[in-house]
């Protein structure tokens, strides 16, 4: 019956222990994880709009092609003399060299 005046007070305080820690676990995943992976998609939008006739490019299944043709959503790549293949713009992993520019040194 003689029960703690500061008992309420306490349990407040408790929630906030619990709260705290978890909304800067939620900030650290943020710096490190969300907004990497947010920057790194916008640079990956960025070169697939900026796509070129003419390009080498690797496509993410790894085959290393030229553009000879593009749509809004398709990218046609000619692999071999005379072998072209229709990919989806999105499957382009990287530009390897941009059309006009010197080739790069092996």
Do not use: C
Not at 41 to 58: F, H, S
């Amino acid at each position: 019956m003689g029960g703690n005046p500061g008992g309420a007070a306490g349990g407040a305080e408790s929630g906030w222990g619990f709260i705290l820690p978890m909304i800067v676990i939620f900030v650290i995943f943020y710096f490190l994880l969300i907004r990497p992976q947010q920057k790194k998609q916008k640079e990956l939008k960025a070169m697939i709009d900026n796509l070129a006739y003419g390009d080498t490019v690797i496509t993410s299944g790894g085959i290393h092609g030229k553009i000879t043709g593009l749509t809004d959503t398709i990218a046609t790549l000619e692999i071999a003399d005379k072998v072209r293949i229709k990919v989806s713009r999105s499957a382009i992993g990287a530009i390897i060299q941009k059309a006009g520019a010197p080739a790069p040194k092996a």
